[in-house]
């Protein structure tokens, strides 16, 4: 290359490189207005995540589209891993190596990968443009990055051709595309010096464009393939049934802004690169409410690049820009959520979307801004312990009239204490499960005992909600409740409950072991405490409660306990981590139907199960399920068809004796 | 403007009721005691005033049951400040009585306007709105809807009346006006911000001063209702219960 | 003892020209109580031109029709003023007002200007040797109080529907007494400044022969078709008391209550509905009354003709299947 050509290649590279340090630069000014969050323990399970999520892409080939997106991902280091070698070569000619493409087995992998990358963008383009998925966002960006990405593989494979024809050395082995291209090239007249020139210039272009990406890439939606892999490295590690407490989150007078985030929150809308897999599974968006997890995430990064520049200065907001919660998100939004989890397990860049709509409900709940449904739930949950408005006294009114004693463990010592929970203890429905639950206990001989009226509401969904302080509230007194009891293990009926006692309880120095009664049930089965006397001949689907699943992993002891039964399991579509939500958490039980919902989650959810061939019964494991999926096989007609039974209820019919038979 | 709020706490009707062995009195040692819904509605209009147009708003209550909590939730909520009124009798006083007290404490401080809730569910001989303005000799609206202060010196109320009408009022100050409701159901105060209202606000106290009590009533039983003094009940499961439903419309000709 | 001491007086609530129902409910006892305390039934009659109202008050033994411009419309102040004027002069032994929008205010201020006391939200009145006995209902109607009142006067406030209505009727013509203002009332504190209409619109639910009544025990909006489906099925409306009203389900037009509507249908039937005063106001003169609660004690099987102690969500539907296959009869 001519000393002018090197010249020029140095000044369009430090160009390139100043505007995208410059871009960087100014991100991780905004990055740091939010608050410090520790981030960096747990190091080797860091690198396992982006070993995983980032190169091997586990979640994106959750999806059949993703394996063009590992094509395209993988093709990209491979070429920018050779552009580097290429661009220092380039500005340092006396580097003592060869280019990249002048290496036989670099030359054969960029081809091999220009053909895959060439083909995956073929496929994008496809997909994109002519199938046109819904709640796939059409923008400007995306179709300059395919465009983009394409010119480079063709200028590239283009190259290569010249480079055959100019100095005749074809190789099948190294070189099959180049040396294709080069036969078609001879074939229409190239001379070999006229093809040098155009192999110099496609060398031009393709650094040219591969500059410009670099330059163009943080100022797009492309951000994330930066972004992504920090997000990943970044990711949570506590359980992921934790939330984080809320430190001051804003209210009073000031709107809520960067500055009441984290810094991890505010790298969410900066990895994400819009693909709407969380839209896709997300129960709000698909039942028509107005969250769209994937635009509130976009919209908080345009907040931050509109109001950033008036943070960074400490300008007062003055109408500047919108505010974040009101403005660009709306409340609407926000209350949609269920925090079933399903978006966060999906993401491929591992973004934390439920923290977000947390916090942002949380300012919300501080200034107020409630619906007037659960405003009762939080003014009665904060005065009666339970959001039933019911008074306390009559928590454990599902004992009356049982044939099980039921201890008090407040009083005498047992091995379990049974935390029952609002929905298990007050919904009709759900109280006779809990009736079941216990006669199942007693008859494997479990020694169980209740709070009675010292319990109250586990405070999971109330957190949830954003009501922080009533959350700790309940947690305390829950806790200094229990530190007077002699128990072993908690047990609980309730995943919701579940969650907060092993998850977020010991935080606030509550450590007992905690136990679903799918658990218990699955070990006492295993160690023949309770014997199946007769096999259901029942023909079952079962529903993951996402705070039983998602949340914490349990999806095959309910499925163990349901065999041992003798039911015939047949699972939904979306069974397991894919679950789909019944609509009622976060909280949602408490509200009014979100606006613009067309079909309830539970709705879907119970049309789902009755599709399944032969199926009359959906087995679930979670009160608050109960009436939910009740009401929702009425309301589509399917009252007949499908009955909705309580785990606890099937292992009680299971084990109980034949009239005429023995125990 | 200053504003002050009169909060009555009243029995909770989510616990059983209980009469004391006297018979005229409720059991006390099984009552719970909430923020009277009026009285709710009443500070919310108070603070809606000072957030239109300034001022000043003081709570009080008397000391009975969880008054306290209610004093502490008022000033996380926005009131200036409160006042809890203590030396009262364990077994209350009736509305006149506490009327008497109240009056007394509130022409001291004269305030420009005195909310209170239009009714409480513990009312029997009396009224705690019309009461005080009867006993200040103070203009009064009760029942009202709405409370605006356009003008210098005097109030607008929406006063309701049956049939969804309505009368717009105008009332010079000082007043009283009997809120039954606030323009907004009243706003939810999280559990954090009562918590920190604990820790560093105070509520001052106040010994009720003593009055002549009212005479003139005897309370010689207090008793819970028989169910359905007048309706006759329909028995069975639901399907019969809904069957004689349909029967008995049959037969009024609503139904064929 | 004078008889005069021994008088009964009612006030007479009166809108837009006409008395209200409630008032007659009033007379009605009023008379019974006048007679055992063997005193006059006295109707004060306060407001401006409103002389042709007296006729319909022949149930009690006189009238007194007080007119003024300044009485146009109510306000507590001005009609307190004048009804203390004349109890001072010629003292009742009893004066009953209705437990309404304004009789509450008038009455609480009456007892405490006049230094008498006051018994709110009675549901029954007796007189034992001469005594005042009276059941004041509290608590949501959770809870009772008979009380005896002593003193020379007394006020009462009546739960409406406590009475029948009819025994307030006459065709007998009262006698009138027209007395100007006893008191100035240009300096009157409180001023009308002018009358607000219901909102306009929706279904206007005083006109429809069968209405569903929903209460607190909906639970939730979206429970509302249930009760619409059904009044569909009967050719009525859905109303609702308070709490559904102030939680937004439903328009200010379909309240039924104190500040609501007053109706009359051929058939109320009220689900999850307790019956606090404010709600039978507006609904205790229907021609048939069913109520589904789940507590047997609600006061609404007070009011009710057939109760259904009851989960509303348990026969509702049931109700509502057993009805789809029939017809409603035109009404």
Sequence with gaps: MSPSGILLLWIVSLVALGLFAFRVRYLLGLLRLGRGENRLGGVGRRLAAVAWEVLGQRRLLREPAGVLHFGIFWGFVVYASAFIFSLFKGLLPFLPYPMPEEIGPVALALEVFGVVVLAGIGGAAFRRYLLRPPRLEQSRDAGVILLLIGSLMVTSLLSSGFHVVATGHASFLWNPVGTGLASLMVGGGLAPSAASSLQLTMWWLHMVLVLGFLAYLPYSKHLHLLASSFSVFLTDLSPRGRLRTADADGGGPDPLNARNFTWRELLNPFACAECGRCDRVCPAQTSGAALSPQKMVHHIKEHLLEAGPYLLRGTPRNGHYPELVGGVVSADELWACTTCYACMERCPVMNEHIPLIVRMRRYLVTRGEVDARLQDALTATSRYGNSFGQSPKTRARWTQGLEVPVKDVRREQAQYLWFVGDYASFDPAAREATRAAARVLHRAGVSFGILYDGEQTSGNDIRRVGEEGLFEMLAEKNIATMQKCRFDEIITTDPHAYNTLKNEYPEFGGTWPVVHYTELFDRLIDAERLRPARRLGLRATYHDPCYLGRYNGIYEAPRRVLRALGADLVEMPRNRLNAYCCGAGGGRIWMEEAAGVKERPAERRVREAAVLNGVGTLVVTCPKEITMFRDAVKTTGHEEGLMIKDLAELVEEATTPEVSGHA | ?256 | MSTSGQDVWVYVEHLKGEVLGHTYELLGKGREVAGALGGRLVAVLAGSAVQPLASTLGVADSVLCIEDAGLAEFTPEGHGAVLRALAEKDPPRLMLFGATSAGMDLAALTSATMGIPLVVNCKEIGIEDDRVVVTSQMCGGKLLGEVETGGNMVALTVLPGAFPSQKGLSDRAPTVQNLPSPVPLEGVRTRVTRLLEPEAGDVDITRAPVLIAVGRGIQRQDNLPLAEELAGLLGGAVCASRPVIDQGWLPLTRQVGKSGMVVKPKFYLALGISGASEHVEGMKDSELTIAVNSDPRAPIFDVADYGVAADMFDVLPILTEELRARKPSAP
Aim: overall charge negative; aromatic content about 4%.
């Design chain 2, 1 to 256: 403007m200053n504003i002050a709020v009169l909060l009555s706490m009243v029995p909770d009707l989510v616990e059983e009721l209980e009469i004391a062995p006297s018979g005229v009195a409720l059991d006390t040692q099984w009552l719970r005691y909430l923020l009277s819904e009026s009285d709710d509605h009443a500070l919310e209009q108070a603070l809606l005033l000072k957030e239109r147009y300034g001022g000043k708003v003081t709570a009080l209550a008397l000391d009975r049951g969880e008054a306290e909590e209610a004093l502490y939730t008022a000033l996380a909520r926005g009131a200036d400040e409160a006042v809890k009124l203590t030396g009262i009798p364990e077994e209350g006083w009736g509305k006149r009585a506490a009327a008497a007290v109240v009056g007394a404490v509130l022409k001291e401080s004269a305030p420009d306007l005195i909310l209170t809730g239009v009714q409480a569910i513990d009312d029997m001989d009396g009224h705690m709105a019309g009461a005080l303005a009867g006993i200040l000799g103070l203009p009064f609206v009760g029942v009202t809807r709405s409370v605006d202060a356009p003008g210098a010196g005097k109030v607008l109320v929406q006063k309701e009346y049956p049939g969804g009408m309505a009368a717009e009022i105008e009332v010079d100050l000082p007043a009283v006006i009997g809120v039954l409701s606030a323009p907004q159901p009243p706003r939810y105060v999280p559990v954090a911000r009562i918590r920190e209202a604990r820790k560093t606000r105070t509520i001052s106290e106040r010994e009720a001063p003593s009055v002549a009590a009212p005479e003139g009533l005897v309370i010689r039983r207090l008793f819970k209702p028989e169910p359905a003094e007048r309706a006759e009940m329909l028995d069975g499961t639901p399907e019969e219960m809904a069957r004689q439903i349909v029967t008995i419309l049959e037969n009024r000709g609503l139904v064929r």
